[in-house]
């Protein structure tokens, strides 16, 4: 039996007691057996949730290019990496061979050198999803360089706020990019962000439309010339295990992006063993994932992941949408994809349009189908049991965040009973709680709380770029020496966990993890607002939509209001991107506030879900009579 891969129930049951019992072992033999490392480490882990601090494979070196490219080369080096499958479907796919991705991803290192990057450098990258995003990744990795991916539906001032908070030498942009029939100035979104930049000293560009664009001389540089020209080899550069890999953001429940941190060699360890489990990938299979590399998802499964197994990973540069609803299955036909694995924002927007999308296409070739990002409601399970998966390929609820840098509570298909809505059971090693409100364990089945988990794994992030206290303060101080999820769980009859949401001011929308303040803030400077509040509210296919409160500096019915929404949705376009726009802005005399003045989400949001029964007491309230005006006009 090899814990490496499972195969059945019992075995996972079996394995997961020893990686529990004995964690220091059961990492250590994974690690050892499945990896290429430079030096062995004198220790598996050593942790304090208290500082915190956290390091796993101390002492270890290795690159991790090296684990996810090199080592195929003996023996997979005509075997394809990468699929790349590009927006258009008239343009030719491309099939990048671990051979091809070794020369590109020296290159593109190379290249970074000669413009000055340096071991611990961060690098942000800027760039849609096509083949030169991947290769930069592994290009930083290759050099020691800490990359900082920025999702590039991102609008310029969430951009420059990323490049300024990790001090960024490099930009790597395209001129634009393509989204089903629009394209996007991407390098006028950067031109812009760099205004308020000073650190950054070198803008490399890939021309993927071939627009006309300005190029700043000595500051920006076409990248296929000095590609052209670079050296094909690139020795790695040896890391130690704990050196920083890359910087991820991501939205906090107040202020700033939280950049978070994952390092080399647990977060490669994590990374490739969960992704032969959950997905089950064995050789010749073609794995999909259809989230953006600026998300962690891409990250790990579709670029760290698949790479460290020799897998052979899709990319895709396109929308669900275009030319039409059926895209996503021609391409599971075209490539004869096994293991498919999506958000279920998507799958609802797919099944909204009917079986008729699908039923053109042969899908025969999935084995395996994976849903991440929220939870997934029933009726969605079923329509991709029924008709994707033809009630054969199980569905795997993966449920993790972009701070556990890889799956947490997961099935694992073939073994683990599935069970719609419920995400089941922890992942080997991973050790979940529920705790009370007194900071309690609760025990038992069939028992909710707050979802910790107690002991650590190998990817988990280890700081907040730039402010440790901030990583202490929201994931270790709520709960002592736990890790803090911020979703909330119940485990059933059996022990399965079910997701049951955000606890905190996290909403949820479309599986993009969005902080109420950053909007709130970009709200706030339209000169004409005075104070806002943003809740979730249901919404068939995003999951959860966002209601936004405001009060005016001005009220009376001069005012153009529906102009004004405009503005607004404008206005966090500009700030944040169109992601965080507004589904429904009330209008309102005043927000709810406590007598310490803090605004009373709970109301607004029962509100807003017009589930206005048992708003408890309200009596309380420094403004009480605000609540039945906001009743009366909810929309
Ligand atoms: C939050 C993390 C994990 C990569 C994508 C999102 C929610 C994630 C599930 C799931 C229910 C889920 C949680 C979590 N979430 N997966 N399978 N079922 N909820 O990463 O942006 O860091 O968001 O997404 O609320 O805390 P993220």
Redesign the pocket.
């Known amino acids: 039996m090899s814990n490496y891969h499972i195969k059945n129930f019992p075995e996972y049951f079996h394995v997961y007691r020893n990686s529990v019992r004995n964690p220091e072992l059961f990492w250590e033999e994974i690690a050892e057996e499945h990896f290429l490392w430079r030096e062995k480490w004198h220790k598996v882990v050593s942790w304090d949730f208290s500082k915190p601090e956290i390091k796993w494979y101390e002492g270890a070196k290795l690159n991790i290019t090296e684990n996810c490219i090199d080592r195929h080369l003996y023996t997979n080096a005509h075997k394809t990496a990468i699929i790349f499958e590009p927006n258009n479907p008239d343009e030719e796919a491309q099939h990048i061979t671990y051979k091809d991705l070794h020369e590109r991803v020296n290159q593109m290192a190379n290249v970074l050198k000669s413009k000055g990057i340096q071991k611990g450098d961060r690098v942000c990258i800027y760039l849609p999803m096509i083949p030169e995003l991947a290769i930069s990744l592994l290009a930083c990795a290759r050099i020691g360089a800490i990359h900082s991916v920025v999702f590039a539906g991102f609008s310029s001032t969430a951009l420059s706020t990323r490049i300024n908070d990790s001090e960024c030498k490099m930009v790597i942009t395209s001129d634009g990019s393509y989204r089903g029939a629009k394209t996007i100035d991407l390098k006028g979104i950067v031109d812009e962000a760099l205004v308020s930049c000073l650190c950054v000293e070198a803008v490399l560009v890939v021309n993927r439309i071939n627009s006309e664009i300005e190029m700043k001389p000595e500051r920006d540089f076409w990248i296929a010339p000095l590609l052209a020209e670079a050296s094909k080899e690139c020795a790695p550069e040896i890391m130690d295990a704990e050196d920083p890999l890359f910087i991820l953001y991501?939205?906090g429940s107040t202020g700033k992006p939280k950049g978070m941190v994952h390092t080399t060699a647990g977060y490669m360890v994590y990374t490739a063993y969960t992704f032969k489990n959950v997905f089950q990938y064995t050789k010749g299979d073609v794995y999909w994932c259809t989230?953006d590399i600026g998300?962690?998802?891409g990250h790990s499964y579709i670029v760290y992941g698949p790479l460290a197994n020799g897998a052979t990973t899709v990319l895709f540069e396109g929308v669900p949408n275009y030319p039409n609803y059926g895209r996503f299955w021609e391409i599971v036909e075209k490539h004869k994809v096994n293991q498919f694995y999506t958000a279920p924002t998507a799958i609802r927007a797919l099944a909204k349009e009917g079986v008729d999308f699908v039923d053109h296409h042969d899908l025969t070739s999935i084995k395996v189908l994976g849903?991440?990002?929220?939870?997934?409601n029933e009726e969605a399970w079923h329509w991709y049991d029924d008709n994707i998966g033809k009630k054969k390929a199980p569905i795997v609820?993966?449920?993790?965040?972009?701070?556990?840098g890889g799956?947490m509570?997961t099935p694992i298909p073939f073994s683990t009973p599935t069970k719609p809505t419920y995400?089941t059971l922890p992942f080997l090693g991973i050790q979940p709680v529920l705790m009370d409100e007194n900071g309690n364990e609760i025990t038992g089945n069939q028992v909710d709380g707050k979802l910790c988990i107690k002991y650590p794994w190998p990817s988990i992030a280890r700081t907040i770029w730039g402010d440790h206290q901030r990583f202490k303060d929201t994931y270790f101080s709520t709960f002592k020496n736990m890790y803090f999820?911020?979703?909330g769980a119940l485990r059933d009859e059996v022990g399965y966990y079910r997701?049951t949401?955000?606890v905190d001011d996290?909403i949820?929308v479309s599986?993009?993890?969005l902080g109420t303040a950053p909007i709130e803030d970009a709200i706030n400077e339209h000169p004409a607002v005075s104070e806002s509040a943003i809740v979730g509210f249901p919404h068939d296919i995003k999951g959860n939509a966002l209601y936004g409160y405001v009060t005016l500096k001005e009220t009376g019915e001069s005012r153009d209001h529906d102009n004004l929404r405009k503005e607004i949705n404008q206005m966090i376009t500009e700030q944040i991107g169109p992601i965080a726009k507004l589904d429904k802005i009330q209008f309102t005399e005043g927000l709810p506030k406590t007598r310490s003045g803090k605004i009373m989400r709970r109301i607004l949001r029962k509100i807003a879900c017009k589930d206005t029964s048992n708003l408890g007491d309200t009596s309380t309230l420094l403004n009480p009579e605000v609540v039945q005006d906001i009743m009366d006009n909810v929309l």
């Open positions: 991501t939205s989230a998300w962690i998802t849903t991440v990002g929220e939870p997934i609820d993966t449920w993790w965040q972009t701070e556990t799956v509570i995400a999820t911020g979703d997701i949401g955000r996290v949820i599986g993009h993890n």
